[in-house]
């Protein structure tokens, strides 16, 4: 008889585990997980990550150019930052999709044709990616004739 009760016992407890998780409100449909791809919205209350740090100095190579200057930019959830026009550069920023070479190209400007290399650095996270971009200028002159407004600092 002892055996008896143990596989009564041992039916029971795996009934229960078993079944106990299909009664009540385990029934209800787990909320859907959010798409990693998906971009955060502001209406949520959530936000990807956006903070750079963007660097200029004399070279044509990041690796070589000591940085002259060095500004911050973090476009989520406000712009902010370092940048003297933090909002425009992140509202040109969102505009290309992250994307630095979509960015305006040189407009018309009063430059010289003297070569006098500076290189541009970006580091940090964009929209939850990790960035990083170069990009060397004739001079300081063509750097600043962008017709963005991220690369003039």
Not at 25 to 41: F, I, K, M, Y
Not at 47 to 52: D, E, G, K, M, Q
Not at 99 to 123: H, I, K
Request: net charge neutral.
């Amino acid at each position: 008889m002892p055996n008896t009760a143990r596989w009564a016992a041992t039916g029971t407890l795996m009934t229960a585990a078993l079944c106990g998780p299909l009664t009540g409100s385990a029934l209800a449909a787990p909320a859907p997980a959010p798409a990693l791809d998906a971009p955060a919205t502001a209406s949520s209350g959530l936000y990807a990550p956006s903070a750079l740090v963007l660097t200029v100095g004399r070279g044509t190579r990041a690796t070589s150019a000591v940085p002259e200057r060095a500004v911050t930019l973090s476009c989520a959830p406000t712009a902010i930052g370092t940048h003297p026009a933090a909002e425009r550069a992140c509202a040109e920023l969102t505009l290309a999709a992250g994307d630095f070479d979509a960015l305006p190209a040189a407009g018309p400007g009063p430059c010289t044709r003297q070569y006098d290399p500076v290189v541009v650095t970006v580091e940090g996270v964009w929209r939850g990616h990790r960035v990083t971009y170069e990009r060397t200028f004739g001079n300081e002159c063509v750097k600043n004739a962008q017709e963005s407004a991220f690369f003039t600092f």
